[in-house]
């Protein structure tokens, strides 16, 4: 079962560059999710989606941007790279944000910007 | 403001042993508690999600307990393998918008 995969596993990138995050499910779940953990802290929220067409805000938007076009894709785009992007993204889905329904998470996606 | 606090940071226990992770929460109001563990270079994963009702939960051999009066939370680890050494992350939700409150995580590790 592949459950939640994104790619690439690793990246670096130089200041000012851009770049997409690719994560697609195969659950058939509403809602999606990118977060961002940085060394020591806890998840934050970067986007999220509640179906094809719909997406808004988490915690932490400014320098990303996301579209879904389908049910099962969620990519993250990085416009103009910046050190503090410098982080690991993880994408993840779940049937939706009600209580008891499990998160799904991908494996992560390692991005250093230098 | 909503937090999450998790202690302790991080603990060395040897294989087969016992032990017991804290998390207390501000979070208010109160929708769900979930434990995650978090391998090395991998995706949170999920081990137990409470709701307001329920104050303990088992998953093999973790157990989870919580107080919503106190609003805190423990996760039991029995016999401890090897493989248990992860992260352990508590993550509380709010129920006016579901927004998830995640703690910076326990980092376990298991000596032989």
């Known amino acids: 079962n592949a459950g939640v995969t994104q790619t690439p596993k690793f990246r670096i990138l130089k200041i000012g560059q851009s770049m997409t995050l690719q994560c697609t499910q195969d659950m058939n779940h509403n809602y999606m999710y990118w977060y961002r953990q940085d060394p020591g802290m806890g998840l934050k929220l970067i986007y999220y989606s509640v179906g094809a067409g719909i997406t808004d805000k988490g915690e932490v938007p400014n320098g990303y941007n996301v579209s879904r076009s389908t049910t099962e894709d969620f990519p993250l785009r990085l416009e103009l790279a910046a050190p503090s992007q410098t982080s690991v993204y993880f994408c993840a889905s779940s049937v939706d944000w009600g209580s008891g329904n499990t998160i799904y998470f991908g494996e992560g996606s390692w991005l250093t910007v230098v | 403001k909503n937090q999450v606090e998790q202690s302790p940071q991080s603990l060395i226990i040897l294989e087969g042993k016992n032990c017991t992770l804290q998390?207390?929460?501000?979070?208010?109001?109160?929708?769900?508690l979930r434990w995650y563990k978090q391998d090395t270079g991998r995706g949170p994963v999920s081990l137990t999600i409470?709701?307001?009702s329920e104050n303990t939960k088992s998953n093999g051999r973790y157990t989870a307990t919580l107080d919503a009066d106190t609003k805190q939370s423990s996760l039991h680890i029995t016999a401890s393998q090897l493989s248990d050494s992860a992260s352990y992350i508590c993550?509380?939700?709010?129920?006016?918008?579901?927004?998830?409150?995640w703690g910076a995580g326990t980092k376990l590790i298991i000596k032989p």
């Open positions: 993550v509380v939700s709010a129920r006016s918008n579901y927004q998830l409150i």
């Open positions: 409470m709701t307001f």
């Open positions: 998390c207390n929460y501000t979070v208010s109001p109160f929708s769900n």
